[in-house]
Structure formats: C-alpha cells, structure tokens
C-alpha cells in the first residue's frame, strides 16, 4: 500500500524558505507514469493546490506562487521536496504532498500524506 | 482559471438523513471532477473520481453525479461519521493546474 509522509522545518522565519520532502513507501516514485503534488490548507480554511513534479521531472505549478516554488524529486531516495522562498505569515498552513492518480478521463489525489504543519513567524 | 463555487457553505441534517451538495464549475470540466471527505485534523480522503465512480472502500451510501459545469454528492443516509467537511476538485487541460471548491461543512442538527 503506497505511503506519504512529509518531514520538514515545522517552524520557518518571514522571508526565510520554507523546505519539505515527501517520503513515498510502498511504491517507486518513478512507476506508473504518476505525478507528485504538494498542496496547503491555511489554519480553519480551504484547499489550495501548489504544484506537482511528472515522474519525467517536469513542473507544472499554481501561477499565484510559482514566482516562489520550487518542486524537485529525489528518484535514488524516493522522495520529493518542496521548496517556497520569501514567506510571509500568509503561508502559514498544513501541507500535505499526495500522488496524482488518473484514467482516461481525469485526474484526482490519491492518497495523501498525513501533512505537517508549517508556521511562519519570528 | 476554473473556478468552483460549493453549496450550502454549511449543511445541517441529523443521522439517517439524505444529504445533496452541490459543486459549480465556472465552465465545463466534462465529467473530469473529484470530491474528498475531510475530519478534523486528518488529511483528505478521495471519495468520488470522474464524477460518479467511488473510491476504494468508499460506502455505496455515497454517490456522485453531474457533468459539464454542476455536480452533487449524494449520502443517501447519514451515519454519524459523515459529518466533516467535503470539497470537490477538478483539473483543467491547459495549464495543467488544479482547483478546489471552497468546502461544504456537513454538520449534525
């Protein structure tokens, strides 16, 4: 059964980078023609989607904070890591990485990793 | 951008009740659409792909319809852990990019 687990800097500065890695167990991050995203939830608010890394190592990211992102993938470790530079307390929020599972049609995230929170603050 | 708008914010109906939510896109996503369940402070849980196909392990109870811009979730009864939050999503062609509806809350009256 695929796992995530995300592991990072639970606390980061304003104006720092933030920086976290999801751990993929289970299954090779390279098989199955799958992507891997990260997606946020502010504290007592909704989903909002950050990018995702194809297993060929492209990125597609949200255009509101692509200036700020960076999503890479670590095939020899099975994981990939998501970096956000220049943050600001609005980028407070729990982050979740998940797998982007598809068909013919669509595309949904299955299954997610448990997340982390992540607080902005001096 | 496609922007999905969910109805009602907030939904107050007791156990053994049927519950409809709606998800409206801002075009048509074709039948390209996800609906998740969310429990306090646990992650997401894919219940509903491509509009009406449930998940892995999902309960019959639930069910998805619609296509093009207006969807529903349907729990045709409610057990006492359904209340939660639940968000629909879609992902457009081009840009390949991925949005959320802003979540219903399910909550016991």
């Known amino acids: 059964q695929l796992q995530l687990q995300e592991s990072g800097s639970g606390l980061v500065k304003p104006s720092q980078t933030l920086s976290l890695t999801c751990a993929v167990s289970g299954g090779s991050i390279s098989s199955g023609g799958y992507s891997w995203s990260w997606i946020r939830q502010p504290p007592g608010k909704g989903l909002e989607w950050i990018g995702y890394?194809?297993?060929?190592?492209?990125?597609y990211y949200n255009p509101s904070l692509k200036s700020r992102v960076t999503i890479s993938v670590d095939r020899s470790k099975n994981q990939f890591s998501l970096k956000l530079s220049s943050v600001t307390a609005a980028d407070t929020a729990v982050y979740y990485c998940?797998?982007?599972?598809?068909?013919?049609?669509?595309?949904?995230?299955?299954?997610w990793g448990q997340g982390t929170l992540v607080t902005v603050s001096s | 951008e496609i922007v999905l708008t969910q109805s009602p914010a907030t939904l107050s109906l007791s156990p053994g009740e049927r519950a409809t939510l709606s998800c409206r896109a801002s075009q048509s996503v074709s039948s390209y659409l996800a609906w998740y369940q969310q429990k306090p402070g646990q992650a997401p849980r894919l219940l509903i792909y491509d509009a009406s196909n449930r998940a892995t392990g999902i309960p019959a109870r639930f069910s998805g319809s619609g296509s093009g811009t207006d969807f529903t979730l349907t729990i045709s009864s409610l057990e006492p852990e359904d209340f939660a939050v639940y968000y629909c999503q879609q992902r457009s062609n081009w840009p390949p990019t991925y949005s959320f509806g802003q979540g219903t809350k399910l909550e016991i009256k």
């Open positions: 890394i194809y297993h060929s190592g492209s990125t």
């Open positions: 998940a797998r982007e599972d598809y068909s013919n049609y669509g595309r949904w995230f299955d299954p």
